[in-house]
């Protein structure tokens, strides 16, 4: 691969990239089943990128359904050092209000799928470090772009990650709410994890459309998400753009070498067929 390449990871609508040239649709196979779509090479700001809508074109694909590992060995696959993940969310405190984003620096888990959000086991054993599971370096490039092109940015924050696909109970959005919780969604955890043991930069553009349920005073219509979605969609193309140009020729940062130390099980007992799989992730440690 010539040049490190910087993923994006959303929604249909952030295929429209003013500038994106020399598109060219790949179809990738993985032996953890199909990713969500075929993934879109091309240039943008000067720099090879890879897009991929996480729900497939046409939102075909309910957040539980998503094929995280297949998604991000794709981006492996394909030389994606970084990724910015552009993300809808629900708003579980007041300052954080539709169509504000908030660059957010931690995860917590409400669902039920860890063996899925991991490429380890069968025959080889890994444990990352994920105390800080987005890559800082990125988020601040991210944080600063969104208030230079005039976002309302928030600097930091916990994203809830919860099952879906319907969204909270209001019993559960005040509790998150309470708790102190930041914002909420249903698909970023797991590419966050599958991003850190690929060793892929990953942070999160959460676009807030809405006050989730929490709010009593608040009441929010589909209408009223859909129009705050598209709003957030403007604003993220002009951040996505303006990003790119930003983030390093060469992939250096802590996030690159996060296997460096994780992998327990000694490489002469690595199953092949486990270490074929796992050609993209593992290739400098084999």
């Given at each position: 691969?010539?040049?490190?390449?910087?993923?994006?990871?959303?929604?249909?609508?952030?295929?429209?990239?003013?500038?994106?040239?020399?598109?060219?649709?790949?179809?990738?196979?993985?032996?953890?089943?199909?990713?969500?779509?075929?993934?879109?090479?091309?240039?943008?700001?000067?720099?090879?990128?890879?897009?991929?809508?996480?729900?497939?074109?046409?939102?075909?694909?309910?957040?539980?359904?998503?094929?995280?590992?297949?998604?991000?060995?794709?981006?492996?696959?394909?030389?994606?050092?970084?990724?910015?993940?552009?993300?809808?969310?629900?708003?579980?405190?007041?300052?954080y209000q539709p169509c504000d984003i908030v660059l957010v620096d931690q995860f917590l888990d409400?669902?039920?799928?860890?063996?899925?959000?991991?490429?380890?086991?069968?025959?080889?054993?890994?444990?990352?470090?994920?105390?800080?599971?987005?890559?800082?370096?990125?988020?601040?490039?991210?944080?600063?772009?969104?208030?230079?092109?005039?976002?309302?940015?928030?600097?930091?924050?916990?994203?809830?990650?919860?099952?879906?696909?319907?969204?909270?109970?209001?019993?559960?959005?005040?509790?998150?709410?309470?708790?102190?919780?930041?914002?909420?969604?249903?698909?970023?955890?797991?590419?966050?994890?599958?991003?850190?043991?690929?060793?892929?930069?990953?942070?999160?553009?959460?676009?807030?459309?809405?006050?989730?349920?929490?709010?009593?005073?608040?009441?929010?219509?589909?209408?009223?998400?859909?129009?705050?979605?598209?709003?957030?969609?403007?604003?993220?193309?002009?951040?996505?753009?303006?990003?790119?140009?930003?983030?390093?020729?060469?992939?250096?940062?802590?996030?690159?070498?996060?296997?460096?130390?994780?992998?327990?099980?000694?490489?002469?007992?690595?199953?092949?067929?486990?270490?074929?799989?796992?050609?993209?992730?593992?290739?400098?440690?084999?």
């Amino acid at each position: 691969m010539s040049e490190h390449r910087i993923g994006i990871i959303g929604g249909t609508g952030l295929y429209n990239l003013e500038g994106f040239t020399n598109q060219k649709w790949v179809k990738v196979r993985t032996p953890f089943g199909a990713p969500s779509d075929d993934l879109l090479t091309g240039k943008l700001a000067g720099r090879n990128v890879v897009f991929l809508a996480r729900h497939g074109r046409g939102h075909r694909i309910l957040p539980g359904e998503l094929n995280h590992r297949a998604n991000l060995w794709a981006m492996k696959k394909l030389g994606v050092a970084w990724i910015i993940s552009v993300s809808a969310v629900g708003s579980l405190q007041e300052k954080y209000q539709p169509c504000d984003i908030v660059l957010v620096d931690q995860f917590l888990d409400r669902t039920r799928r860890g063996p899925e959000h991991t490429f380890f086991g069968r025959g080889i054993v890994a444990h990352i470090s994920f105390a800080h599971p987005v890559c800082e370096e990125l988020r601040q490039i991210l944080l600063k772009t969104a208030r230079a092109c005039g976002a309302t940015a928030h600097d930091g924050g916990t994203y809830v990650n919860m099952e879906g696909p319907a969204f909270s109970t209001r019993a559960e959005s005040l509790t998150n709410h309470q708790l102190g919780y930041d914002v909420i969604g249903m698909t970023n955890l797991g590419e966050a994890k599958c991003a850190r043991e690929a060793e892929i930069a990953y942070a999160t553009l959460a676009m807030s459309t809405d006050y989730d349920c929490w709010k009593e005073d608040e009441h929010v219509t589909l209408a009223m998400i859909i129009q705050n979605l598209h709003r957030n969609a403007d604003m993220a193309k002009k951040i996505v753009v303006a990003a790119i140009s930003q983030i390093p020729a060469e992939p250096d940062w802590p996030c690159h070498a996060a296997l460096q130390y994780a992998i327990l099980t000694d490489k002469k007992l690595w199953p092949a067929k486990t270490k074929k799989e796992l050609g993209p992730v593992l290739k400098k440690y084999l």
